[in-house]
């Protein structure tokens, strides 16, 4: 059974990066399942850091990104908006230049003015990258 407000597609996510930091960075959403959503972004000069590996921040863009989509996806946004209130994220190996980074997030729980969710961060090769727990505030439209 799925989790989504309504039938979400990739077609209606996709113009929510448009003038975005996830537009700047190249994060583009690339699956919608019944209960997770993924998003993937290149390693590219853009996502260094001095280094040359992909700067951690850009994880917590990344994961924050596909779990802020994720959360309001459940949401009916006539009434209600998901933002995020606090992030965290383990750094497991580097993600190097030319890797294709995927973020897969599900829900650990949904609540009524919370929402906690897991995100997984795998390069091509199916390797960890980054695991980052968010979680997300569910606030009214007229608080």
């Known amino acids: 059974m799925s989790i989504w407000f309504g039938q979400p597609t990739l077609d209606d996510i996709t113009p929510l990066n448009k003038g ?5 960075l190249g994060i583009e959403f690339s699956r919608i399942g019944d209960d997770a959503l993924e998003a993937t972004l290149t390693v590219d000069d853009r996502v ?3 280094t040359g590996i992909l700067h951690g921040g850009v994880s917590v863009v990344l994961a924050e990104s596909v779990c802020s989509v994720g959360a309001s996806l459940t949401l009916d946004p006539n009434k209600q908006y998901a933002v995020g209130q606090e992030i965290n994220a383990n750094h497991i190996r580097p993600g190097i230049l030319g890797d294709v980074i995927t973020a897969h997030a599900t829900p650990v729980s949904r609540g009524r003015r919370s929402q906690v969710w897991d995100i997984r ?5 199916d390797k960890l990258v980054c695991i980052s727990r968010c979680t997300i505030a569910i606030v009214n439209r007229t608080d």
């Not at 975005?20 to 700047?24: D, K, L, R």
């Not at 961060?121 to 090769?125: C, F, G, I, K, R």
């Open 20 to 24: 975005t930091v996830g537009e700047v």
């Open 48 to 50: 260094l850091q001095p």
């Open 121 to 125: 961060l795998h390069n091509q090769h």
